[in-house]
């Protein structure tokens, strides 16, 4: 019978993945986000102006409606100012690690050998700036579990490349 050792492991020797320098997104990428802001609160702006333009009973509350608009859009702006100073990225040796939020700040770290697809996008305003968005999916999902935006087209198309590479070399050495 093979003798089972199960020994505790030390986690305060463990590398932290706190005290690697992230790379942070392209400044152009923060343009991106703001013209995703500006969409949506036109199409708020627009259908609360219907609402107030059709429904009598309402007209009258126009200037907290407005006041509370102008409110959520400051704090739209500010929450997104953060969320864009939050958002970084690293490649490691073993792993690919992504930092993103506003609020509660969020680290998701890929190790390769779990990497199944790697996906580059372009939306139409990205491509104009020379932006891209790498998406990283693992086995077991339908969505990408790690999406990197705001790079630049040359860098994420690099980086997709590296990141199906190492995916090749792991199946290639699960297969011998």
Known sequence: ????INEP????????????????????YYKVMLFNIAVRYLIIGIAGGCAFYFIE?????WYIALLLF???LVFTLFISRISFKN???AFRTHD???????????TVIVPY?????VALHEGWLSRRLGLA??????????????KIPGLDKEHAESIKQLLMGKVLNIQEQHEE
């Open 70 to 72: 102008v409110i959520a």
């Open 96 to 106: 690919v690690i992504y930092r993103s939020g506003a609020i509660a700040i969020s």
């Open 9 to 28: 492991i030390d986690t305060s020797s463990l590398p932290r993945f706190e005290e690697v320098k992230l790379n942070p997104l392209k400044p152009a």
């Open 57 to 61: 009973d309402i007209t009258r509350y």
């Open 133 to 146: 968005r790498v998406e990283i999916f693992t086995a077991g999902g339908d969505s990408s579990d790690v």
């Open 113 to 117: 050998n779990r990497v199944q697809h």
């Open 87 to 89: 958002k970084g990225y």
């Open 1 to 4: 019978m093979d003798n089972f």
